[in-house]
Nanobody
């Protein structure tokens, strides 16, 4: 199983980015899939996830600004981010949980300048 995250980059505060995570060896619709982030010197934190019933949950600080979506035909999960803030700067990881197994992507760096 491999998860490949992409779409990170440098953006000014107030800007937008769209991250994408593609999977091989795993079907996202069969998993609990979400996005996490890790800023320098901090722990990896939850950002957004699809729940088992198809609903979504977001970290409070990104509600209304980030949207997680899934394309079952392409087997990808995206994170649309708008109104980005410097505090959103982090390496963003996609994560898929299938039963007791957890898979992580390699991370993509998002840098938001003030």
């Amino acid at each position: 199983v491999q998860l490949q995250a992409s779409g990170g980059g440098l953006v000014q505060a107030g800007g937008s980015l769209r991250l994408s995570c593609a999977a091989s060896g795993l079907i996202f619709s069969d998993t609990i899939v979400g996005w996490y982030r890790q800023a320098p010197g901090t722990q990896r934190d939850f950002v957004a996830t699809f729940n088992g019933d198809g609903t979504t949950t977001y970290r409070y600080s990104v509600k209304g600004r980030f949207t997680i979506s899934r394309d079952d035909a392409k087997n990808t999960v995206d994170l649309q981010m708008i109104s980005l803030k410097p505090e959103d700067t982090a390496v963003y990881y996609c994560r898929a949980r299938q039963g007791q197994r957890i898979y992580w992507g390699q991370g993509t760096l998002v840098t938001v300048s003030s």
